[in-house]
């Protein structure tokens, strides 16, 4: 790691709060994903209702993503994490004291988890304020690395829902969350620099441009297809390969691993060659990676093969439209990051659910990932018209370092 960038910003934060805190709030928000062949063998769920199942924690993360956005830019990040977590520790706790027993009492429980994934409009912003914006792509992409807290959900939680029960691992996990808490709360700081407070009509006036939309539906591809994707391929493997849910998390582990550690890779990649270029490239072999899952892949093998390609643009993406996201918005980061993640959410939401009603109606995958193979083709050919205007006006009228 560059010495500039060591001595640039807060690495304790950085590293063991927010990073930590995005991680293990990552694990919580998909939880249901894993645990998904358990909980529907259980409850008798259909194709569509599993992925409905999996999907609604992501479309809530995305509302309350926006909430969550607009205290950090009022309350600062620290306070306003500290009070999210006991909320989920308190949300889980009961679910399992309380028990599961029907589609519906499983649906308000993912609303709960929603505000685990709202942590990302905390994690970003606290790591942001605290680095120039020639290390804004690596800060970024490390605090954001915390998705690898899908991995872990996906390793342990199909062999703990067997050997304990699948409602108990949602008890359980509120312990690693509980301790996340304690580090948290000792380690973490907020920046001196962290922008002040803004009125709300700042925030209504950010919603009328229009480079905020084309960020929200950039990363509605790569962090939408991240998260869809982490959230379903449990079920998916089981599903489609016949797989045990053990096996079946294994293979999701593995995919969504490459996903979470390219994530730095593409923050420092974009900060090296500008986001808009890294995300061509991206968006390129992506749409090819997901036009190709669409076919049905023979064997498991050859399907890892192409998901993991896939995943592995999806991750870099991530890193890439968040290296652009403080260059353009660095006064407004907290509700950005809270607007720009809701568009991951509701990506990742149109994903989950799509892949569900996909095989429930056509009893096919394939028109979900063919769909999300346009999307990303669709996004392809956007970066390019913003290209040139981008590259243009933003060092001039916003300072950016590289576009």
């Known amino acids: 790691m560059h010495k500039g960038f060591l001595k640039s910003g807060h690495l304790p934060t ?56 607009l205290l950090v830019d009022r309350f600062r990040a620290r306070r306003v994490a500290l009070g999210a977590q006991v909320t989920v520790i308190a949300g889980l706790i009961a679910a399992w004291a309380l028990g599961i027993d029907s589609f519906a009492a499983i649906l308000a429980l993912g609303c709960v988890l929603g505000l685990a994934g709202a942590s990302f409009a905390v994690a970003l912003p606290l790591a942001s ?21 899908t991995v872990l959900a996906a390793l342990f939680a199909p062999s703990l829902a067997i ?3 699948w409602q108990n691992v949602i008890g359980l996990a509120a312990v690693p969350l509980a301790v996340t808490l304690a580090v948290f709360w000792l380690i973490a700081r907020d920046s001196p620099n962290a922008p002040l407070p803004k009125r709300m009509s700042t925030y209504a006036r950010l919603l009328k441009t229009g480079d905020a939309w084309w960020l929200m539906f950039f990363y509605s591809v790569t962090f939408g297809g991240f998260v869809g994707l982490a959230s379903s391929l449990t079920i998916y ?3 489609q390969y016949s797989l045990s849910a053990i096996a079946a998390g294994y293979c999701t582990a593995a995919v969504v691993f490459v996903g979470s550690l390219v994530r730095p890779l593409g923050g420092a990649v974009a900060d090296r060659v500008g986001g808009v270029r890294a995300l061509a490239a991206l968006y390129a072999v992506a749409a090819c990676a997901f036009a190709a899952i669409a076919t049905g892949l023979s064997s498991i093998w050859l399907a890892m093969s192409v ?3 896939g ?5 870099m993406g991530n890193g890439a439209v968040f290296q652009l996201v403080p260059q353009r918005f660095g006064q407004e980061i907290g509700v950005m990051t809270g607007l720009v993640g809701m568009g991951g959410g509701v990506g990742g939401f149109y994903l989950a659910s799509s892949l569900g009603y996909a095989k429930q109606f056509t009893g096919s995958y394939g028109a979900g990932f063919l769909v999300f193979a346009l999307l990303a083709a669709l996004a392809l050919v956007s970066i390019g018209r913003v290209r040139t205007r981008w590259r243009t006006t ?3 009228l916003y300072g950016a370092a590289r576009v």
């Not at 293990?24 to 409905?52: D, E, R």
């Not at 304020?129 to 807290?149: D, K």
């Open 394 to 396: 933003w060092a001039s």
């Open 14 to 69: 950085l590293a063991a709060a927010a990073f930590l805190y995005f991680d293990l709030s990552f694990m919580v928000w998909v939880i249901l994903g894993p645990l998904g062949v358990a909980i529907a063998q259980q409850l008798q769920l259909s194709p569509g209702q599993k992925g409905l199942m999996v999907a609604v924690p992501v479309v809530a993360g995305a509302a309350l993503r926006v909430v969550v956005g």
């Open 311 to 315: 995943m592995l643009a999806l991750g």
């Open 129 to 149: 304020s605290w680095y120039p914006a020639e290390h804004q792509g690596t800060a970024l992409g490390i605090a954001g690395a915390g998705n690898s807290g």
């Open 307 to 309: 998901f993991l390609v």
């Open 237 to 239: 493997f089981n599903d």
């Open 163 to 165: 050997a304990l029960g």
